[in-house]
């Protein structure tokens, strides 16, 4: 900043003039201008990705595909559900969505019963651009997993559960990666069965009303290897709510053995709608001249 000093006692009406003038030349920004900055700033970030874990894990086995989303310049956030009811876990996420949305827009992504977490969470909410669904279940209103499940051949992962006292299910050690994770390596795959997060047993039976994806883009993985859902019962879901459907060849935890092809498909979600919302505000902009 450039400092001017006047001499003492000699300051002329002429010489305070041009010093007051220097000064407001090289004020700081004022606080209105600065919110407008802000503002534009806002409008032109990328939008804030919302990561929604499935059953048998939680927000930290996002780690892979948070890693190359922050690289590339995404605010990310994983939510922590409980995994005791749907409703429940539909009520912590909407929390997360809705407060991030006050900053910006929002792509959710959910994970396998995440897929019906998302599903309702998301609806309703205009600041929610895109879904993307990561071999994740897309129920309709008034439909339960269960329902959704017994449209297709059983996959492997039913005949590998156990439940406790409380009525939680759990995958058993000897069955966990070829039902789950296939293409994890052993090591890892014993790390996450002894991590694994059980699921509350009547969460099947549970359904939602007003499904986001009536509303909302949708972007659909399906992991052609599969042993948790039915690949043809993903394919169904993904077709049925109009997705931009991809495939990669994974296990039920593509985020975790491919994150590059799941960021993909995300990044692809959060550019498009980007696209569309700078294509409408141009057009906006246009029509208002």
Known sequence: ??????????????????????????MPVTPAFGAAARGGARRSAKP????VHGAFADGSSWQNVIAILQRDGYPVVAV?????SLA??????????????KKG?????????????????????TDVKALVYIAAYAPDAGESLGA?????????????????????LYITRAKFRNAFCADVRAPQADVMWATQKPLAASTFGESLQAPAWKTIPSWYLVSQNDQAINPD???????RIGAHTTEVASSHVSFISHPAAVVRLIEQAATANAATANAATANAATASN
């Open 80 to 84: 922590q559900n409980q995994l005791a």
């Open 88 to 101: 429940g876990d539909i009520a912590t996420t909407k929390r997360v969505i809705d407060a991030e949305s």
């Open 48 to 51: 804030t990705v919302v990561l």
């Open 148 to 168: 959704l499940n017994d449209r297709f051949a059983p996959s492997a992962l039913p005949t590998s559960l156990a439940p406790d006292a409380a009525g939680f």
């Open 1 to 26: 900043m450039i400092r001017t000093r006047l001499p003492a006692r000699t300051a002329t009406p002429a010489i305070v003039a041009a010093a007051a003038l220097l000064t407001v030349a090289v």
């Open 105 to 125: 827009p929002v792509v959710v992504v959910g994970h396998s019963y995440g897929g019906a977490v998302i599903t309702g969470a998301a609806s309703g909410n």
């Open 233 to 239: 019962l993903e394919r169904f879901m993904a077709k």
